[in-house]
């Protein structure tokens, strides 16, 4: 039997927080004590977690030694504020912000094996939920495809931008509907009924953050530090769940057989039937899985595979693959 571990989450109160304590107590995750941590505006107020309530504590006085792993599923800025502190503590760190360059991101589907000489206490990453769908989709893939490239057009739901960027797309949905004048406030233009061709501000070379975020960490999940991967990230007027259109480049002709067959039975993978397509409202949202379908050659190229992905990016893109990579080391190392 697992030893139960003494956990924090930090941001519990952020909608991937939330998620997170949740899933925790989806999967009975062997937790002996909880502790969520918060800014000093969001402590206070408490959260159900098996059939108790606990309250929100501030990060900022938290004595980490207190406890054996920290999920950080604040903002970039809080994680590299505190998870050296922690670390230090002895408190193994699994970073959902983004903000640990030198973590090791991990997605278990794509490359369990990068824990095996890990010491710990460890500093790893869950990688944005982008990143985590792409590599669930293409590593079953890596050894019949000699891929040369990716290309992805992701399509992001506004909820990754947390609860703030949810109510406003719901409040210009409300305005537009009712014929009133829209004034947008967190996005810095119409979002509701609109398509926006970048998600945050852009370099010198055009790309945004999130862009070049996506390209490094699909490299690492897949084990190709050369691979040349393109990127368009898209704000799309969707509440809830990422959808992907993928092209990828083999240098070899794609054999359609074989690549349905490696999805079907890939982990965290449910291929969608050809005469059907998955959408992240009628399928992914709720869902622990990464949906493919429309699985074809190109248009005129038997060694181009192009894929149709959709995920709960809250749940599998975020929440759950932490838990997953929490899973994974109590399994192997903790």
């Not at 640990?100 to 369990?112: C, G, I, K, Q, R």
């Not at 990068?114 to 944005?128: E, F, T, V, W």
């Amino acid at each position: 039997m697992t030893q139960p571990l003494d956990i924090a989450v930090v941001g519990a109160t952020g909608s991937v927080g939330e998620t997170l304590v949740q899933i925790l107590e989806e999967l009975a995750f062997p937790v002996a004590t909880l502790h969520l941590l918060a800014s000093m505006e969001s402590a206070g107020s408490s959260v159900m977690f098996a059939g108790k309530t606990i309250k929100v504590r501030e990060v900022d006085s938290f004595d980490f030694a207190q406890v054996k792993l920290a999920f950080f599923a604040a903002s970039p800025a809080v994680s590299r504020s505190f998870a050296n502190k922690a670390q230090q503590a002895g408190c193994t760190v699994i970073d959902l912000s983004g903000g640990l360059d030198d973590a090791l991101a991990v997605v278990p589907e794509a490359n369990a094996d990068s824990i095996a000489n890990l010491k710990l206490p460890a500093r790893l990453a869950s990688p944005g939920s982008a990143a985590v769908a792409l590599a669930v989709a293409l590593a079953p893939l890596k050894g019949l495809l000699d891929i040369e490239r990716v290309q992805v057009m992701a399509s992001l739901a506004v909820s990754a931008q947390g609860r703030e960027a949810v109510n406003e797309l719901a409040r210009q949905t409300a305005e537009l509907l009712n014929a009133r004048p829209l004034e947008p406030r967190f996005f810095d233009r119409q979002v509701a009924f609109n398509l926006l061709a970048q998600v945050g501000a852009v370099d010198e070379q055009g790309h945004a953050g999130l862009e070049r975020r996506l390209v490094s960490e699909l490299r690492e999940l897949l084990g190709q530090p050369e691979l040349k991967i393109s990127v368009t990230c898209i704000q799309v007027p969707v509440f809830f769940g990422d959808s992907f259109s993928v092209a990828v480049q083999s240098r070899k002709p794609v054999d359609l057989v074989a690549v349905n067959a490696a999805l079907e039975s890939a982990d965290s993978v449910e291929l969608v039937e050809r005469d059907d397509y998955p959408t992240p409202v009628g399928d992914a949202v709720g869902q622990d899985v990464v949906y493919v379908g429309r699985v074809r050659h190109g248009v005129d190229d038997d060694q181009q595979l192009n894929l149709w992905l959709t995920t709960d990016n809250l749940r599998k893109g975020a929440a759950l693959n932490a838990v997953q990579v929490a899973q994974l080391l109590i399994k192997h190392r903790l």
